[in-house]
């Protein structure tokens, strides 16, 4: 903010004031030419502030659209489209990953809700099949008779669910180590 020394009148104050610090206060000359107050130093202090009360209701909820529905992915009974590595890497925002020691075998997609969700399938020498499915946003899986699912969140914001008919300690296992596709 600036202002003409020339509106000023004799004792005239700069206040200032900030939640947290004491005011601070000081005269401003007055008179013709370029104004300056110099600095003002604010000395920190405690603030008993009054309790906030918010309230609502479910239905102002439900008009806003909030929901907490997690998305859930059916392998069977979805259309998934074969794709490959690199439109799984534009769907996910980063290339896809794999689980080690496992030839993957098949990448696909799906878009669930407006979420685009990779899928990539893999298979062992002894012929057993693993799925892993990656998202940038939270879903579940339905995972049929049999199979183990392990779930993990990486830093990056990236959920992925491992699926398969192997023990959990070896699925986790796997899950934690998967690497990018390359």
Known sequence: M???????????RLQATYIGYGVASRPVPTGTGELSVGELQMAARAVQLEGVTATGTAIAAERRGVTSRTLVVDPENQLWQRVSPDVATAALEMPPLQLPNLRWVVVSTLQLEGVDIVRVEHAAEDGTRLELYQARSPFAVEAGEGMTVARRTRTD?????????????ELVDLLRRATPIG
């Open 157 to 169: 914001e990236l959920y992925m669910i491992a699926v398969g008919a192997v023990e959990e300690a």
């Open 2 to 12: 600036s202002l003409s020394p020339d509106r000023l009148t004799d004792g005239a």
